[in-house]
């Protein structure tokens, strides 16, 4: 999670303008990570198939919201950045969705991440034409290659499922505008 915001740039300071989606996002680990840890975003939006992981997300969400803990992190992450002035309102700014990621409103999202490892071929084109409809998206990372009107970079992200001595899994960045 942390080298997607690097590579970005959503873990510096600065005024948080930026919109990311998880689409395939399980349990909405990457989604809560990235509002609460990287200040460059605003909002968050998860998108799961899965009645089970959209679920579960959801419940572990509302935990963190109940607790107050969500807001007490956020704030600490802006502050930290040198964001001061700015009252997170995690209830408004992170929605975890169950649904068809196809199906979901991308017009605000300007990051995206598809965990598109296990997606079949005719899924990845559809994902690619759902990513180009997108107004505001300025970058997209995916696990598997996709259309894209713009060449990827190629980095290696570590992951749960790598060790730790390996490389990672090699993720494919794109620069949109």
């Not at 992190?73 to 001061?84: I, K, P, T």
Request: hydrophobic fraction near 45%; glycine fraction near 8%; include cysteine.
């Amino acid at each position: 999670a942390r080298r997607l915001a690097e590579e970005w740039g959503l873990c510096e300071g600065g005024k948080a303008v930026a919109t990311f989606a998880d689409l395939g996002s399980g349990v909405g680990k990457l989604v809560v990570q990235s509002y609460l840890e990287w200040p460059g975003v605003h909002r968050a939006l998860g998108v799961e198939l899965s009645a089970t992981r959209a679920k579960r997300a959801l419940e572990a969400w509302e935990a963190l919201l109940l607790s107050d803990e969500a807001f007490e992190l956020r704030q600490m992450a802006l502050n930290l950045a040198g964001d001061n002035d700015a009252t997170p309102n995690p209830a408004e700014e992170v929605k975890l969705l169950h649904g068809d990621l196809l199906d979901a409103d991308l017009s605000d999202v300007t990051h995206a991440y598809v965990s598109s490892l296990c997606f079949p071929e005719s899924l990845i084109f559809d994902v690619s034409l759902k990513l180009k409809q997108a107004p505001r998206l300025r970058a997209v990372a995916s696990l598997q290659p996709l259309n894209l009107d713009s060449g990827a970079r190629l980095l290696a992200l570590p992951t749960s499922w790598t060790s730790r001595r390996g490389m990672g899994t090699i993720a494919h960045f794109y620069d949109l505008g």
